[in-house]
């Protein structure tokens, strides 16, 4: 039996998929009709029931029956369950079921039982998922933009796996473009600088003061030699070692954030493997690329703009306003042209892919997406390709901008913020918002200890559960699920609560959305904190109750599970759970 199997709402998945066999060997549902939209999950109102179904409202058309019809014949399977206590329809078909106090209580031992794998599942069946985030250009340290696009990509990786998947950790490095040459000349001037001249950085190149190590390393082994030398002798050169330096740095402000990737892929190398020709001519194969002129760009009049032809892929096919080009006019491949290709090389070791891309490449989604169905899809089903897109985060300290970074020249780097609020804070509240949703980092306010803080929050609510555990112990009380009975109401909705964990893991994964975790994470910390303030006015209410040690057994029970659905979920999120605050 697979962890999956063994938690409530798989369970009672499980128990449905059974009731509708019976209806089918009954003759009262015809046989084969599917059920992949069928879900169990908590009724809107907790006030409905513990758990509500939609099988008679989806499975009631393509049956040939009325919802309501199927959703009788349904409780009456249902009904004969033991730990269903009630059944109700709702409106044209719904069904809400009600469970027993022991349906929970067991669910509570489960939790118990399988610890740091409460919530893994099999639901990815082994597949593997290629997700590629950050691939920031090699031209400088991270800075926060990158770092959201980090974290969402690494917390979706851990969850994927955790679902079931086998997945890819890829950075694509943009080592091909005209950015890198950019580099290179700003490493020169560094080195140059390294020999003792005075230098200006003039605009267009990068001025932080990262480059130059990089410059003092170049002038220690090469002299004077590269100075006065036409840059056709020394632009390959420093260009190869400046993005060899940059990824160093790259990696080593990724490892503050806990973020290792499994594959570093060189556009360079991509391009002098042929693959973009290998592409090109796999879609000229199928009449999906051809040689064209491109209308003119709007705004343009036909004096200063010159038709070229080129090399066009059929994006319109797919849904998109225009055919775009894979080339340029001097021959070298257009970014669109260059990321077609290696597309297509990550599809040929993936059953899926995911991108994680700031919100400025939105304009290019449909596109890329497009070409990834074409080339994917051309003997049978495209391999599934989601775009995940992160919007920018805004710096602030009390709610005022934070100046740029000496060390960049023009931005706070990652590092800088790392290192003053830590590894946790920020990958927390990167989770604490929508991806695509505008976010504010308030240095101030991340590390605020308030519940409006969720970081503080959701980890002070682990704190508490450490606490109350050692404060147990130097009672003489130990956790025990030996009288869990006597847990009540308050206790009962606690757990409902913990055991949708299982389920929201899974649904997360299929959306491909981590911060699902997170928000699980303060709704369940909520509850916790919510169900302590009781005891705080009601002292029979408390986790420790010294007159009754079994019920205080039960009790730290409970609070132990907590504690362990804790750092399950921000296991997913790459945070360590604290035992004190």
Known sequence: MTNAQQTLYAAFTGHLATALDALEAAGTLPCGVKRGAVTVEP??????????TNAAMVLAKPAGMKPRDLAEALVAELTKLPQVTGAEIAGPGFINLRLSPAAWLAE??????????YGKSDMGGGSVVNVEYVSANPTGPMHMGHCRGAVVGDALCTLLEFAGHKVTREYYVNDAGAQVDVLARSVHLRYREALGETVTIPEGLYPGDYLVPIGQELAAEFGA?????????WLVLFRTR????????????????????????????????????????????RDLVYDGVLEAPKGKTLEDWEPVELPLFRSTKFGDDQDRPIRKSDGSW?????????????????DALVDIWGADHAGTVKRIKAAVAAMTGADGEPTPFEIKLVQMVQLLRNGEPVKMSKRSGTFVTLADVVREVGKDVVRFTMLTRKPEAQMDFDFAKVVEASKDNPVFY????????????????????????????????????????????????????????AHRIA????????????????????????????QDGNLTSARLFLATQIGQLIRNGLALLGVEAVEEM
């Open 225 to 233: 030699r590269y100075v006065s030398a036409p840059d056709t002798e």
């Open 242 to 285: 400046a993005v060899a330096a940059m990824l160093v740095m790259i990696k080593q402000d990724l490892a503050l954030l806990g973020i290792e990737h499994d594959l570093f892929s060189s556009e360079a190398e991509l391009q002098a493997a042929g693959k973009p020709e290998e592409a090109e001519a796999f879609l000229r194969s």
């Open 519 to 546: 928000f699980f994470l303060q709704d369940l910390a909520a509850a916790f904190h919510g169900y302590w303030n009781v005891g705080n006015d009601r002292p029979e209410k408390r986790f420790i109750v010294a």
């Open 108 to 117: 509570l031992r489960t939790i118990a039982e399988l610890g740091a794998d």
């Open 43 to 52: 009724p809107r109102d907790p006030s409905h029931g513990d758990l509500a």
């Open 458 to 513: 959701v980890q002070y609510a682990h704190a508490r559960v450490s606490s109350t555990l050692r404060k147990g112990a130097a009672e003489g009380f130990a956790p025990s699920g030996e009288h869990v009975e006597l847990l009540g109401d308050e206790e009962l909705e606690l757990i409902k609560l913990a055991a949708q964990f299982p389920r929201i893991v899974e649904a997360a994964a299929a959306a491909r959305e």
């Open 334 to 350: 257009t970014y669109f042209g260059a990321d077609l290709a290696y597309h297509y090389q990550k599809a040929q070791s993936a």
